[in-house]
């Protein structure tokens, strides 16, 4: 979704994922698991969505039959009776975790039941593999894999350009594939299993997004980008004749064979100072269309163009449906509606503010319609209707200022494709999700809308930074990659809504009172504003906290036991604490900064701490730290610990590297002592669940390579033995940010992903029924209301209201009254429902926003009508309560 993907994975990678994997080595066939425990049911913790979809397939000959492809989450297919996504590539393990990264997806137009992926997540150093193509005959249920001499770019610069991957439509056992890095278009002529390079192609690209980026991310040489047949030339069983590719290269960015790839030409006449993100072949009407941008994407892009080119004549046309100095963005998302050809629709997928735009033509581009206009400005008049109850959250609890709107249209919107089977059938991806309808064509009638909703439900992309499963409450609480992180009520529905207040970009450590777990406290990223936040409702609403000076990222946080008192770890400066919600931090002292934090679960004066082989203690709440005599730990910050609930100074310690100690240690003695638990060749997270029934001892979970094998594994007695609970084919890349079990079902467990979601599984042997959260607390208490006239207009007027909880309860669910002292009537209303009679207002909680804590607030806005004096109303009422005005 945002730039903070790539910072997540370089968090991950920073913790030893690197290490967990000998540098440079292909991956290797996954061992079997020399003990598997009882069966295991493995499902998703529902958010729906969370990441950049950057590609949509259809197949072209089979109906219904489509895929998606993410960034780092893997490949889906879609299931039409249950409109859901399944996901292809759980079977990918720890030590070619790269490859959950999908830069390109093909469906074979031939065979349907064949599809194929090249995936690999970095072209530099971070992925330590080359990148594969993987090919699968049974539409992804199995796959086999062919390694490549180079690396794939799945979460690269330039990964919304394509599709990079093709089938040629007579002979499906021809492929092509285009490199980056400067490698060039590779050609398979056995259906995938072996690739050589198309030496006769001239070009393997120029541009990179920067080219001084030491790191070799942004200053990658972005290559070839995509691979298009003219289906028109060539019959069955003889390879097509013309191709055209795309490169990545501003002066020359499109190339064209007529002979089967023998020989290659660059287009004449063609534009230039542009990346040609998408080119879409038209063979009806002999068109290929092309997408242009300034940049290569997905966050950037300035300038943009749309072009026709003519495949008889040569001619091109120039049939933007905006003037180039009117763009601040760039097209992408490009598609053909086959049923009609002369129907072309295309994206502004760098428009960022106020919204993404979506362009449709009827006429091959002469005319163009967008998907919304402005009237007066800032009012706007939208050709679609959005839908967004099943991903409630998709609004990010926003109250926007027009002509921004909530939920957006999307933004990052690389993927728009037309069912070539249905022309009133949609999808397009954005950086959070995939948006569809089933009533396209009602764009094209006088007056028309048509309806959008998420079409994503089974495709899981967030990326876990931290998980908790708290004894009462909610079952668990999620620390997430850019959409913040969730308070789970249901494992099996959808959250109504992120973190906020604030809205964190990326929530990187989360905690609760161990003793009192209504108190929740977590960490994270956020451009401006508070990098820490508190709840006193078990998550259900947050309060942010103060920031010492020189924080810049949220690093790790633990709260006391008994909820009295915090310590953080944050990025940019020195071990915090404090007593109370962080109104004022001071340092800790004899601990480095940087160190990882956790709490003793019993005493809530005691926190540990670890930092470059070192294991430190506080007694005092935080105040002071002592490095531990602790020896034979890891060397490097690669590390998970955690405290043991329900047992002071029971503390076990998972991390290492592959050159040095790697494993899992366990202290009673409050980390004075560790002893390393032998047949643990390497792990790099625990956690604990409920005790197996007739067992003393919680039930520990890790994430680890135990008797050559790597899994999930579970011990029941203390570590002396120890199960795999996973298989081969539910393996999810890498695993090694965080695992919890639950402390009220037995043998469940939560696994972090890196682009999977939350994953969990229950066991078969007796887990028990899942008591489910326990009561929202019940609203009572004052209240403060501030009521703000934003903008004015001759007619009409915004005002914003904000509504505090000044009580000692928290609130389930509020309505606020009050009446226009004049002729002001309310005509529109977001973040509340509203009723209206007359002058009298009554404003009611949606869904996401019904819980209130002490201290916290809650906003909503609305536009309205009034003539003479706006003047403000007098008196606000929640319920029987007259609020306090601000």
Excluded at 711 to 717: C, H, L, M, Y
Excluded at 788 to 811: E, H, I, K, P, Y
């Amino acid at each position: 979704m945002r730039r903070t993907r790539i910072l997540t994975v370089l968090l991950a990678l920073a913790a030893g994922l690197l290490a967990g994997s000998p540098p440079g080595a292909l991956a290797a066939e996954t061992p079997k698991a020399a003990a598997t425990a009882d069966s295991y049911t493995w499902k998703n913790a529902r958010v729906d969505g969370g990441g950049f979809v950057p590609g949509i397939v259809f197949n072209r000959t089979e109906k219904d039959l489509a895929y998606a492809r993410t960034d780092i989450g893997g490949a889906y297919r879609w299931q039409e009776e249950s409109h859901t996504w399944t996901p292809l590539l759980d079977h990918v393990g720890w030590d070619d975790w790269g490859h959950t990264g999908v830069v390109s997806v093909a469906s074979d137009p031939v065979d349907p039941d064949r599809v194929y992926a090249a995936v690999g997540t970095y072209t530099n150093d971070w992925d330590p593999t080359n990148g594969a193509v993987l090919r699968s005959a049974d539409r992804g249920a199995s796959w086999e894999k062919t390694d490549l001499p180079f690396k794939l770019g799945g979460n690269m610069p330039g990964r919304g350009m394509g599709e990079r991957l093709a089938v040629d439509p007579h002979d499906n056992d021809v492929l092509y594939l285009g490199a980056p890095s400067g490698h060039g278009l590779w050609r398979s002529t056995d259906a995938g299993v072996t690739w050589s390079e198309v030496t006769a192609f001239p070009n393997p690209g120029n541009y990179a997004q920067d080219p001084s980026d030491t790191s070799g991310y942004a200053s990658d040489n972005q290559g070839i980008t995509w691979v298009t047949f003219d289906e028109s030339t060539g019959g069955a069983g003889t390879a097509t004749g013309t191709v055209y590719v795309g490169v990545a290269d501003k002066e020359n960015a499109v190339y064209r064979s007529t002979d089967a790839g023998a020989t290659w030409e660059r287009l004449a006449g063609q534009p230039t100072g542009y990346l040609a993100h998408k080119g879409v072949l038209d063979a009806e009407n002999g068109y290929l269309y092309l997408a242009y941008s300034d940049t290569g994407g997905p966050y950037d892009g300035g300038k943009g163009r749309l072009y026709r080119y003519a495949t008889a004549t040569g001619t091109w046309t120039d049939i933007s449906p905006a003037a180039e100095a009117d763009t601040y963005y760039g097209f992408s998302g490009l598609t053909v509606d086959r049923q009609h050809p002369g129907t072309v629709m295309a994206t502004a997928y760098s428009s960022w503010w106020p919204d993404t735009q979506i362009f449709r033509s009827t006429d091959s581009g002469a005319t163009w319609s967008q998907a919304w206009n402005y009237t007066s400005y800032p009012d706007r008049e939208n050709r679609y209707t959005m839908d967004v109850s099943s991903s409630p959250w998709l609004t990010w609890g926003a109250n926007p200022t027009p002509p921004e709107q909530t939920p957006k249209l999307g933004w990052m919107t690389e993927a728009l494709e037309i069912d070539p089977f249905d022309s009133d059938r949609m999808m397009y991806g954005t950086g959070a999700t995939i948006y569809g309808t089933e009533d396209l064509t009602n764009w094209d009638e006088a007056g028309g809308t048509f309806a959008i909703e998420p079409m994503v439900r089974g495709l899981e992309e967030t990326a876990v930074n931290d998980l908790a499963s708290p004894p009462s409450g909610a079952p668990l609480l999620s620390a997430l990659g850019d959409v913040g992180g969730f308070r789970h009520t249901s494992l099996t529905e959808v959250p109504p809504m992120m973190y906020t207040s604030p809205n964190f970009t990326s929530t990187t450590s989360l905690d609760f009172a161990e003793t009192k777990p209504d108190v929740v406290v977590r960490a994270g990223n956020l451009d401006s504003g508070p990098h820490i936040a508190f709840s006193t409702d078990n998550g259900a609403n947050w309060f942010g906290g103060t920031d010492p000076s020189g924080v810049s990222g949220g690093g790790t946080v633990a709260a006391g036991a008994d909820g009295s008192r915090f310590v953080w770890s944050p990025d940019g400066t020195g071990v915090q604490y404090t007593t109370g919600f962080g109104t004022s931090w001071q340092a800790s002292t004899g601990i480095p900064a940087g160190a990882i934090v956790e709490s003793d679960r019993v005493d809530p004066a005691t926190f540990y701490g670890f930092k470059s082989g070192k294991f430190y203690v506080s007694t005092d709440g935080g105040a002071t730290f002592t490095a531990s005599a602790a020896t034979g730990l890891p060397a490097g910050d690669s590390v998970r610990f955690k405290a043991l609930p329900g047992v002071e100074g029971d503390v076990w310690l998972a991390g290492g590297a592959a050159d040095g100690p790697y494993g899992l240690w366990h202290s009673t003695d409050g980390g004075e002592t560790f002893t390393k638990l032998p047949g643990v060749d390497a792990a790099d997270t625990v956690g604990f669940g409920k005790a197996a029934p007739g067992a003393s001892y919680q039930t520990l979970f890790t994430s680890a390579e135990i008797g050559g094998v790597r899994g999930i594994f579970r011990s029941t007695d203390e570590g002396a033995t120890w199960a795999r609970v996973n298989d081969d084919a539910h393996q999810w890349g890498w695993t090694g940010a965080a695992i919890t079990g639950d402390p009220r079902v037995y043998g469940r467990v939560y696994v972090a992903t890196n682009g999977r979601g939350v994953i969990y599984g229950d066991t078969s042997d007796g887990g028990g029924t899942d008591p489910g959260p326990g009561p929202d607390p019940t609203p009572t208490g004052a209240c403060e209301v501030s009521y703000t006239v934003t903008n004015q207009w001759s007619g009409g007027f915004q005002a914003d209201v904000r509504l505090t909880n000044t009580g000692t309860s928290a609130w389930n669910g509020w309505t606020l009254g009050w009446s226009f002292p004049g002729d002001q009537q309310v005509t529109q209303m977001w973040n509340a429902e509203h009723t209206r009679t007359g002058t009298t207002v009554t404003a009611k909680n949606v869904g996401w926003n019904s819980g209130v804590a002490p201290g916290a607030s809650v906003s909503f806005g609305f536009t309205g009508t009034q003539s003479g004096t706006n003047s403000q109303p007098t008196s606000f009422q929640l319920g029987t309560e007259v609020c306090t005005r601000r």
